[in-house]
């Protein structure tokens, strides 16, 4: 089967980094995206990665290991508006995208 | 702006009552998307269009069909809504080029249904 996990729930404090986790076993690979959800609205995009390394966006960062199959979120300098979920979506070899739970992130004054 | 309309954005109906979701788009994208997506889950995709080409998903229930009239709108058919449908129904576009590629959807803003 195919599947990705992520934490359910982070919780972090306004102005800290938060780092959210995603694993994924996939049939084939050809990226990996991840999406902000805020609580009753629609996913919005905040990144894609295809090869190994870090891609760094302002305050968000997003690392890949493909032989690990792993990524990772980073959010610097959190805001309260940083509350929402994120979710890890990954494109397989049929181009199919297989998406994860989300990532609900809580961030406390 | 260029976006993703869904219509309407909360939807109740009765149980076994048909509705029908509509969605539109201003990007003239090649491919939309219906998504299923309840509390805490992730999005589980129902069919995509490509262009007029319909692909549903293997597990997709019968009950739920789908309409693209020309490339700016989509709409999906609940034939029998049931308790269990209840949900937030996603709409979503991608440019759908010449190649496959891995594409990143934008989605609208929604539309949460109730059945009673």
């Known amino acids: 089967g195919q599947n990705i996990d992520q934490p359910t729930e982070m919780t972090a404090t306004e102005g800290a980094i938060v780092q959210i986790n995603c694993t994924y076993q996939?049939?084939?690979?050809?990226?990996l995206f991840w999406y902000q959800q805020h609580a009753g609205e629609a996913p919005t995009f905040l990144s894609y990665n295809v090869l190994d390394g870090l891609e760094e966006k302002g305050r968000f960062s997003s690392f890949l290991s493909r032989s690990k199959g792993y990524s990772y979120l980073l959010l610097k300098e959190l805001q309260m508006k940083d509350s929402a979920s994120y979710l890890c979506?990954?494109?397989?070899?049929?181009?199919?995208?297989?998406w994860g739970a989300g990532t609900k992130l809580i961030i406390k004054p | 702006d260029a976006m993703v309309i869904q219509n309407p954005r909360y939807q109740v109906t009765q149980f076994g009552k048909p509705v029908t979701l509509s969605c539109s788009q201003t990007l003239n994208h090649n491919v939309m998307y219906w998504y299923q997506q309840k509390s805490s889950q992730a999005p589980k995709l129902l069919f995509h269009?490509?262009?007029?080409?319909?692909?549903n998903e293997a597990d997709t229930p019968d009950n739920f069909q789908s309409r693209r009239p020309n490339t700016s709108f989509c709409f999906l058919d609940i034939r029998s809504p049931g308790l269990g449908d209840a949900a937030m129904y996603l709409c979503a576009t991608s440019s759908g080029g010449a190649q496959r590629v891995q594409e990143t959807q934008y989605f609208g803003p929604g539309t949460r249904l109730l059945v009673l």
């Open positions: 269009y490509y262009d007029k080409d319909f692909n």
């Open positions: 996939t049939s084939g690979f050809n990226g």
């Open positions: 979506a990954v494109v397989n070899s049929n181009y199919q995208l297989i």
